[in-house]
């Protein structure tokens, strides 16, 4: 990758599958993914992700290659070539990762506590709720945006070659606490838990779950917000978009279940409950490592990855918003960093005060600042730019276009063409409606 004026290529193709899955595979996968899971009955809300990744994610993840591709421009610049009347999706393309960004930053200095504190066994004893809600959270989320901005400032090709490492490690460390975790007596309810478990008390609500796994299926797959378009642009002309679509979804999927197994089994044996919310991994896994021989070295170890994990990811987040700032506004890379960086890390510090007494008991409306600032990007902001993207393509951008461009011309043959096209121009946009119209209705109810 290089610089926008003269748009670079990854240097192969398993470097652009590599900085994708990077890209995708992050917090969500590894902390979101698990905690959602537990808070959604298990089994059922599985279902549900996994058709969504089925029939959305795939489907929207190749329509962003061929457009980003096609196009050659970031997204906005992507969607105003199209169509001037879109251009507000590529703005709000753009907000998206502003936003996303911010908290993400918040939960990587919680990782990197809980690195330092793993060595000596001390992250097992950690009281999680006083600790993010304290201002100690504020000075590991600066060192963490810190670390972000200054991966930045190299230059994304830092991603391609980070990536490279870091992906592979992740799903090394990921087996090995698999293997300790499904081997502890009473692990084989977590994995009933995750395959079998349709009692409808367990937390499963058709109005809440479902919802919450179109939100995680776009979160996770980084979808609805260009940058999947943006990393479409940096691809060459030879390389098949099809397999691309499905070998990045089919590694953060892996991802995402390979938490679940590490994850669920020891939630089981040790008796915690599944649905404690964002603490999920943070609670549990330490204690899981206190337990098993050279627990020290293989917390460390795991809070580590997790911490690249939730770099590339991040890095790659405020690469979506500092390509817009150079690009539309002519700033250059280090004003974008420094305008860009404060501000994502002063909205950090609120959303971090909102999990403690400081700002905590600031509500507008049912949620706290920090609520909302999860709650817009997910239910809203990525769910509906995924729609109105389906709908420039499937509707706007004539259709001989992308399917040139996913076809390379001609030259590679992909046979669901007419499954591509119903997906695009029919069932995600009319599933991403009727999915925003139950949380709209639920959300409404709940403030009755
Ligand atoms: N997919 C990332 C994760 O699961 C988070 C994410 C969302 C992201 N949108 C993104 C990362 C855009 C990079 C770019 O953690």
């Excluded at 960086?341 to 905590?360: E, F």
């Excluded at 600031?362 to 999860?374: A, D, K, L, N, V």
Aim: aromatic residues 12%; charged residues 10%; positive net charge.
């Amino acid at each position: 990758m290089g610089d926008n004026n003269k748009r670079g290529q990854w240097g192969s193709s398993i470097g652009f599958v590599l900085a994708a899955a990077g890209s995708a595979i992050g917090l969500g996968n590894i902390w979101k993914f698990p905690y959602l899971l537990g808070q959604n009955g298990g089994f059922l809300f599985l279902i549900c992700y996994l058709i969504f990744i089925a029939v959305l994610g795939i489907p929207v993840m190749l329509g962003e290659f061929a457009l980003g591709r096609r196009t050659q421009l970031n997204p906005l610049g992507a969607y105003r070539k199209i169509d001037k009347r879109f251009s507000f999706v590529g703005v709000m393309a753009i907000l998206t990762p502003f936003l996303i960004v911010s908290y993400y930053n918040v939960i990587g200095g919680w990782v990197i506590k809980y690195i330092v504190s793993s060595p000596t066994g001390a992250a097992a004893n950690l009281d999680f709720g006083a600790f993010i809600g304290g201002t100690e959270a504020l000075v590991w989320h600066l060192i963490f945006a810190a670390l972000v901005v200054f991966f930045c400032a190299k230059g994304a090709s830092s991603i391609e070659a980070a990536s490279k490492v870091m992906m592979p490690s992740i799903f090394i460390i990921l087996i090995v606490v698999i293997i300790r975790s499904v081997t502890l007596p009473g692990a084989t309810e977590g994995l009933k838990f995750m395959f079998a478990n349709t009692d409808p008390e367990a937390g499963f609500s058709f109005a809440k779950s479902v919802p919450a796994a179109l939100g995680q299926c776009f979160f996770s797959l980084s979808l609805g917000m260009g940058a999947m378009i943006t990393y479409g642009s940096y691809l060459n002309k030879q390389e098949n978009l099809p397999k691309q679509a499905i070998v990045v979804p089919l590694l953060d999927t892996s991802a995402a279940l390979m938490a679940g197994f590490a994850i669920f089994p020891a939630v089981f044996a040790m008796g915690i409950e599944p649905n404690s919310g964002a603490g999920l991994a943070f609670m549990t896994l330490p204690k899981v490592f206190e337990k098993m021989p050279a627990g020290g070295l293989f917390g460390t170890l795991f809070f580590v990855l997790l911490l690249f994990a939730a770099l590339t990811s991040a890095i790659s987040l405020l690469e979506c918003t500092i390509s817009f700032t150079m690009d539309e506004w002519n700033w250059s890379r280090n004003k974008s960093l420094a305008i860009l960086g404060v501000s994502t890390t002063v909205l950090g510090a609120i959303y971090s005060l909102c999990n403690g007494s400081i700002l905590g008991g600031i509500m507008i409306g049912p949620m706290t600042i920090g609520g909302w600032m999860e709650f817009i990007p997910d239910y809203i902001l990525m769910p509906i730019g995924g729609m109105l993207m389906c709908i420039m393509i499937g509707w706007v951008w004539k259709f001989d276009e992308p399917i040139r461009e996913i076809t390379n011309d001609g030259r590679i043959k992909f046979s669901y063409i007419a499954i591509w096209k119903a997906c695009i121009k029919w069932l995600s946009p009319l599933l991403i409606l009727a999915v925003f119209i139950i949380k709209l209705v639920e959300f409404l109810g709940s403030l009755a």
